[in-house]
């Protein structure tokens, strides 16, 4: 009955082992935790933000100056 039912797990999952630790494999780049993702996303956005209240401070100084006409 044995024979039948196909190859065992163990022979399956050590076929799968045996072609990843070949020679030639290269080895799988880890993964960023999430923590340092969302620390460099919040630098990029309070990066950005600093610009674009740099860019509303000048259009506004503009503004008052009369160099910029409002649509």
């Not at 065992?8 to 082992?17: E, I, K, L, R």
């Not at 919040?42 to 860019?55: I, Y």
């Amino acid at each position: 009955m044995s024979s039948a039912s196909g190859p065992t797990p163990q022979a399956a999952h050590g076929d799968s082992t045996d072609s990843n630790q070949s020679p030639g494999h290269h080895p799988v780049k880890k993964r960023k935790p999430t923590y340092l993702v969302r620390k460099e996303e919040e630098k990029a956005l309070r990066d950005e933000l600093v610009h674009l209240e740099a860019q509303v401070r000048t259009l506004k100084i503009l503004q008052a100056l009369g160099r910029l006409s409002t649509c």
